[in-house]
């Protein structure tokens, strides 16, 4: 079935250096992404958000590019902190996709470890 | 401006017995979403309700079911609790109709079933 994955469940970087978690759709339909920060013991905290009329967003230290060519999404984040430190997910949503119409199809998500 | 909030931050219930977990919206909010997150799964989709309806819900059982208020707060309730529930249960909301709005999560709630 059509779902959100990601390329990597795991990625360690060293602090100031810039990250970048990959994610892969396979829904075409989908028009609507989201990535998410999840802390251990908390709920997801909304990062940044992408339509997709648009190539590119940039938040603050936070970059998402989709590339619907090859339904791609990825989440870039600069000058990483040890504050950054979480588990990433994307998720994505479009209209009348598959019966799941307003909900959120969530990624399993990537580990970020920032090592000080 | 407060966020969600969901209540209660944990409980213990046995095998067989039920759930009642609550949701408040941020203020504006009409849609409110349930979701499980399985111990280092992602979120699976559970419900969906927006001004006081369920609009759609995931591949759970019929033993999982809510409901809406009108003060768009929400409950999820969980029947015949089975050891597979345990899991953190998260409640988001959006404004409007949720079509491809930000949802914003709640800390959730976290079930353990013994």
């Known amino acids: 079935g059509e779902n959100v994955g990601l390329h990597l469940p795991t990625l360690s970087v060293q602090e100031g250096d810039n990250s970048i978690i990959n994610c892969a759709y396979s829904?075409?339909?989908?028009?609507?992404f989201i990535w998410y920060k999840q802390e251990s013991g908390k709920g997801p905290q909304f990062i940044i958000d992408?339509?997709?009329?648009?190539d590119k967003r940039q938040g603050q230290r936070v970059t998402v590019l989709l590339n619907k060519t090859v339904k791609h999404l990825s989440l870039q984040i600069a000058a990483t902190q040890p504050g950054d430190s979480a588990v990433y997910f994307c998720a994505e949503s479009g209209l009348n996709y598959g019966g799941s119409q307003g909900n959120l199809i969530f990624g399993k998500g990537t580990k970020l470890s920032v090592k000080p | 401006e407060a966020g969600v909030t969901q209540s209660p931050t944990h409980l213990i219930k046995t095998r067989g017995q039920q759930a009642t977990l609550r949701c408040s919206p941020i203020?504006?909010?009409?849609?409110v979403y349930w979701y499980q997150q399985a111990l280092g799964l992602g979120l699976q989709f559970l419900l969906w309700?927006?001004?006081?309806?369920?609009?759609n819900r995931g591949n759970f059982p019929p033993r999982f079911s809510g409901r809406q208020f009108p003060n768009y707060s929400s409950e999820l309730n969980v029947n015949a609790l089975e050891l597979e529930d345990s899991a953190l249960y998260l409640c988001?909301?959006?404004?409007?109709?949720?079509?491809?709005?930000?949802?914003?999560f709640g800390p959730g709630t976290r079930l353990l079933v013994l």
């Open positions: 309700y927006d001004e006081g309806e369920e609009r």
């Open positions: 992408i339509r997709s009329n648009m």
């Open positions: 203020s504006g909010h009409t849609s």
């Open positions: 988001a909301s959006s404004p409007r109709t949720g079509l491809r709005e930000t949802q914003y």
């Open positions: 829904n075409s339909a989908s028009d609507y």
